[in-house]
């Protein structure tokens, strides 16, 4: 995309420093465009009724798939071909490590999921881990923590009516648009299943019926998360704004399997901006419960996931190599923590293991298989 459109190469490219040029939008639709701050993006209509849509992305640098879609839905609500009926605000999160991951040659998942200068910093390099009611007091010096000052700021704005945003409704549909390290196959995780497409899921906050209806033609999996402790985007968005809200994991980063799940999204948003209901499909998506999150404390030695054959506390077992979503329990899964071994038991998985996280962070969920 040409970077005189409001995409997110556009918005790195200001926070950067380059002068761009003005663009204009398509007179005869109506639609108006608004830069509230760098990388927040707002498109109302006159004739548009119901929720304001907000989609956000690249909150990790490297996840692209969310920022391709909102690019492509930017040019085409800038060019006309979308006939605007929901109000839509636009969200590029973390800029900088965006541009890092865009601009260097050879990297891996998760090498540019921060940017570069806030790694020392721990958990406050990430993003979307700032957003619980104890961190939204502190004033994070990372560029992370700058980004969600501003990004909550101009959300706050628009709904409180201090932008020119008088028809922008005060209410949420919030997608917060990531991907994973390594998704599984949906007949992974279904069993006796033939489907090789990934098991695209989301995590959802008080809103589980309306994604499970809406979004059936997207998502494999809704995993239900509590808004209270949430430290997420999205369960920001949810605890305080009362927003219909999930944080979307699109398949494995940099996996060309994740098209088939950003195109269908990629759709579902084309539908529901032009006030029509997205396509549904004929099996539901599966629904999770967590049992408890899993989290790398310091001091904590061998910290590793483990198949436990035997008695979980010898950790007898290669290590799996993570990071993987959808372990599942085919013994014992155990991870060490500081007061003895997180235990998986069968009829479990663990979401979002990863090894290798920041002290303090969150290694993984436990989660569980609701009935349907």
């Not at 999160?93 to 991951?101: F, I, M, S, T, Y």
């Not at 865009?102 to 891996?108: E, Y």
């Not at 390099?125 to 502190?138: F, H, P, Q, V």
Request: with cysteine; glycine share 8%.
């Amino acid at each position: 995309m040409s970077s005189n459109y409001p995409s997110s190469h556009w918005s790195i490219q200001k926070e950067l420093g380059s002068n761009l040029p003005k663009f204009d939008l398509d007179p005869s639709s109506g639609t108006k465009f608004e830069e509230i701050e760098t990388g927040v993006h707002l498109f109302t209509n006159p004739n548009a009724t119901g929720q304001t849509i907000m989609l956000s992305g690249i909150l990790h640098g490297d996840e692209d798939a969310g920022a391709n879609i909102m690019d492509k839905l930017r040019s085409e609500l800038c060019d006309g071909t979308i006939d605007l009926k929901r109000n839509v605000i636009f969200v590029d999160g973390n800029l900088r490590a965006a541009h890092e991951a865009r601009n260097t040659k050879d990297s891996k998942p998760g090498d540019h999921r921060y940017y570069s200068k806030d790694k020392p910093l721990g958990i406050e390099a990430n993003a979307n881990r700032l957003w619980t009611i104890d961190d939204l007091k502190k004033e994070y010096e990372s560029y992370a923590g700058k980004r969600r000052r501003i990004i909550a700021s101009a959300i706050n704005d628009i709904l409180s009516g201090g932008a020119d945003a008088s028809e922008v409704r005060a209410t949420l549909e919030h997608h917060d648009l990531h991907q994973s390290f390594k998704v599984p196959k949906v007949k992974d995780v279904r069993g006796n299943h033939t489907d090789d497409s990934e098991y695209t899921y989301g995590m959802v906050y008080d809103s589980l019926q309306f994604f499970k209806e809406q979004f059936s033609s997207v998502y494999a999996g809704l995993v239900l998360s509590d808004p209270a402790t949430a430290q997420t985007f999205a369960g920001y968005t949810a605890r305080e704004l009362n927003a219909t809200a999930i944080t979307a994991e699109l398949g494995t980063i940099g996996h060309p399997d994740h098209l088939t799940y950003a195109d269908k999204l990629l759709d579902a948003f084309r539908q529901i901006l032009q006030g029509m209901e997205p396509a549904v499909a004929q099996t539901p998506p599966d629904t999770w419960k967590p049992i408890e999150a899993i989290i790398r404390k310091p001091g904590v030695e061998n910290f590793a996931f483990y198949n436990a054959d035997q008695a979980p506390e010898l950790l007898i077992g290669k290590p799996i190599e993570p990071p993987v979503d959808f372990i599942e329990a085919k013994n014992l899964i155990a991870i060490p923590r500081q007061d003895g071994h997180y235990l998986i038991q069968p009829g479990q998985a663990v979401l979002f293991a990863n090894d290798q996280v920041t002290t303090g962070d969150r290694a993984g969920l436990i989660i569980e298989k609701l009935a349907a």
